[in-house]
């Protein structure tokens, strides 16, 4: 009887993979470097040969093969569509094509879906059946559980909470990403500063502005800096607005973030939290809700990879987890 799975991170800088045991515990890990700008050809033979490396030498014993990738993508075909960091991407049969090689049933998951089913799997959300999961860094990516089932929809491309428009000032139409994410926060800080905002920001980057990035604004806050302190307080308004809606769409247990914008802590979440307070529609969504930083950190791709494949694309309860063996 099968008793591992294989994962696999197809990332835009790293490719890593994994033997997971039925208990989705790590057995093995390898990484190489993605090296997208090669084109298809070279990335998909370097993935399926990272794969090979953490393959049981019998492979009767992997049950199966889960991969995180970027989107978009199809995880009901396992067609990679056209992510932005994977250039000459487009309509790729991924799952057709690991498949063909190595003889195993193959799930390929949207980054952020697939770290939804790991924190519910293995991490801050374990134990619990309806999670929201939100990742701010670059981008803002988001992912749901459902009673205890990944929430895709019709074609595999729901639950993308970042990408939801918001409102700013009388015309605009923005979304959470655009007012919230990595690049947002920098964004606004570079602005500030050619508008003649006195800040510690300009003295950490040398007067390059160009080098400005969320890491450097949290460092100033961090230190005090009054304008990197409102930059980060205005996106966790935004990102508590998101929750707010999350909240009113799916009732979650509870709500976990992860993603580098998260590591300035209190400083984006002191004004998340006083933002969901303030708007929800009642406090009844706040009963016992919990929102909390993830807990699986740079594995949590490879985890949610394998949750993938134990739960066949993430149709099955995960609580079928711990009755597959």
């Known amino acids: ?44 033979e370097r993935l399926m040969t990272y794969i090979d ?3 049981p030498s019998d492979r009767r014993d992997a049950a199966g093969i889960g991969i995180s990738s970027p ?21 790729v049969p991924l799952a057709d094509i690991i ?22 799997s293995k991490g801050a959300a374990q134990g619990h059946r309806h999670v929201v999961y939100i990742t701010i860094s670059t981008g803002i990516g988001s992912g749901v559980i459902c009673d205890g089932r990944l929430l895709t929809g019709r074609g595999g491309l729901a639950a993308e909470l970042g990408h939801m428009p918001i409102l700013v000032g009388d015309e605009c139409v923005s979304s959470v990403e655009l007012e919230a994410a990595g690049p947002a926060i920098a964004r606004r800080a570079r602005q500030a500063i050619a508008a003649g905002r006195q800040t510690t920001i300009t003295e950490l980057v040398g007067g390059e502005l160009a080098h400005v990035d969320a ?3 949290g460092a100033a806050a961090a230190a ?15 990102i ?31 004004p998340m939290r006083a933002t969901v307070k303030q708007h929800v529609l009642d406090e009844s969504y706040l009963d ?30 995960i609580s079928a987890l711990d009755k597959l063996f």
């Open 71 to 91: 989107g978009p993508l199809n995880p009901k075909t396992g067609v990679i569509i056209a992510p932005p960091n994977l250039p000459g991407w487009h309509d």
């Open 288 to 317: 016992g809700l919990r929102i909390e930083s993830a807990a699986l950190g740079g594995d949590v791709a490879l985890v949610g990879a394998a949750a993938l494949a134990a739960t066949d694309g993430g149709n099955m309860d």
């Open 53 to 55: 490396k953490v393959m």
């Open 215 to 217: 890491q450097v604004v």
């Open 240 to 270: 508590g607005l998101a929750i707010v809606a999350a909240l009113h769409l799916f009732n979650p247990e509870i709500v976990v973030l992860g993603g580098g914008v998260t590591k300035t802590g209190a400083l984006l979440f002191d």
């Open 224 to 238: 005090g800096d009054a304008l990197a302190i409102e930059l980060l307080a205005y996106a966790g308004r935004i």
């Open 1 to 44: 009887m099968a008793t591992t799975y294989i994962a696999a991170d197809l990332g835009g800088t790293q490719i890593r993979t994994g033997r997971f045991d039925h208990n989705l515990n790590l057995l093995q890990r390898e990484n190489t470097l993605t090296r997208a700008n090669d084109g298809l050809a070279p990335t998909l």
């Open 99 to 120: 498949s063909a090689e190595f003889g195993l049933p193959v799930f390929v998951g949207n980054d952020a879906n697939v770290a939804a089913l790991a924190e519910a």
